[in-house]
């Protein structure tokens, strides 16, 4: 049994969603189908740390944040919806939209920003319900098996015969929230170019000395963390397997790639204000001991410990290990617990509008693509941007379609 309908959006994540707004508002029928008992789940999980949904920064310096596959910093827009006056949406856009559905933000000091109530539930009631309202259908339970638009549904299998297609399923983080890449070999095997899955914002594995124990769940903070060309200030946790939290994963992406991390347990002094300290007689004071009352940090004093040895002897020497402390780490954990992923269809797989090369028709949206970005906003934003230009692109198809 098959069914024909003008819009096939396969994902209801934020792309997806987006997606699906952008064609109803052209006056087509929208069918959106997603795998999972509930739409945007990932979304929801992300809700529970308040839902950052963008970063309040000047345009060029948030575009920044975003690497392609190529592994090139995007110079200084992504594709498309970025790079184009009336098709740009970015923070202001985000910010405009979210209001636009009764939600009411607020900026923090660092420029994240966050609904008022802190919760992503409110907003996704909200969207939903305009989306039923502008005509489009959701159908849970339905997974994409293949074989052209053929789909496992609680009814038995389906065939969707669509015009146009947004697929927008996600990447291979947190697979138990519907992002499985289970659609990777479908589109191998139709010619289309699909970069290897890597885990993004994720943490470190480390194999810590028994000292150790004592602080794991602790947050580092006052500390700076740099590798390759990507730095941060932010906190991050010591935890029984590793090292994890937003100042590792805005560097992570560097440190996956084999890029040498180092830290700053003191950014905010330098070096000779350090050996100055450094330079306090230690008496009869352990070494543990003397190294709190210079650091007046026990978890900097730790981890100096953990990773700096064989330790200086010399003032100078202590500073610099200080400024300079070798993150020493195993590689990143699983993609399973990785935040988001890096790797997905190839940008020279896809046109301008996000079109598959090798599929007419059918457009591309949010972590299938190959883009990788840090937490902090980047992500949904740039999630929802790609749905709105891969809606529009895929609403022009249909115009032209109607036109010829």
């Known amino acids: 049994m098959s069914e024909a309908v003008e819009a096939l959006v396969i994902g209801a994540g934020p792309a997806g969603l987006m997606a699906a707004e952008i064609l109803s508002q052209s006056g087509r029928r929208v069918l959106v189908v997603e795998a999972m008992p509930t739409p945007a789940r990932k979304f929801l999980m992300a809700g529970k740390s308040g839902l950052n949904l963008t970063k309040d920064e ?37 910010m405009a939209w979210v209001r636009g559905l009764g939600i009411e933000l607020f900026t923090g000091s660092t420029g994240r920003v966050f609904p008022v109530g802190m919760k992503a539930s409110p907003l996704l009631r909200a969207w939903l319900s305009r989306l039923r309202g502008g005509g489009v259908e959701l159908r849970t339970r339905w997974r994409w098996i293949g ?40 589109l191998k095997d139709a010619g ?18 028994a000292p150790m124990a004592r602080h794991f769940g602790t947050a580092v903070k006052g500390t700076a963390l740099r590798a390759g060309d990507l730095s941060s200030r ?60 210079v650091l007046e940090d026990p978890v900097k004093v730790a981890l100096l410990l953990e990773w700096g040895r064989p330790l200086p002897g010399d003032p100078a020497g202590w500073a610099d290990l ?83």
Request: hydrophobic share 40%.
């Open 234 to 293: 932010g906190e991050w946790v010591i935890g029984r397997q590793g090292i994890e939290g937003g100042g590792v994963y805005e560097i992570s992406a560097a440190l996956r790639d084999g890029a040498a991390g180092r830290v700053d347990l003191a950014p905010d002094l330098d070096r000779a204000a350090l050996a100055a300290r450094f330079s306090r007689p230690k008496g009869k004071l352990s070494l543990g001991n003397w190294l709190r009352r």
């Open 322 to 404: 200080t400024k300079g402390l070798p993150l020493r780490h195993e590689g990143p954990m699983a993609i399973e617990t990785a935040i988001s992923s890096a790797g997905g269809v190839t940008w020279d797989s896809v046109t301008k509008a996000q079109e598959l090369r090798a599929l007419p028709d059918v457009f591309v949206a949010g972590e299938m693509l190959d883009w990788e970005a840090p937490t902090g906003g980047y992500l949904l934003t740039a999630c929802l941007g790609s749905g709105l230009h891969a809606g529009r692109a895929a609403a022009a198809r249909l115009a032209s379609m109607a036109a010829g």
């Open 58 to 94: 000047p345009f060029h310096a948030f575009a920044q944040r975003f690497i392609l596959g190529s592994g090139g910093r995007l110079p200084p827009h992504p594709r498309g919806y970025f790079d184009e006056e009336e098709s740009r949406f970015g923070p202001a856009e985000v």
């Open 192 to 209: 289309v170019g699909v970069a290897p899955f890597r885990p993004a914002n994720v943490g470190f594995r480390v194999s810590w000395s």
């Open 147 to 186: 074989g052209g638009w053929r789909f496992e549904t609680p009814d038995g299998p389906r065939d969707i015969r669509p015009r146009v297609v947004v697929l927008a399923l996600g990447g291979a983080s947190w697979p138990r929230l519907g992002s499985d890449a289970a659609w990777v070999p479908w």
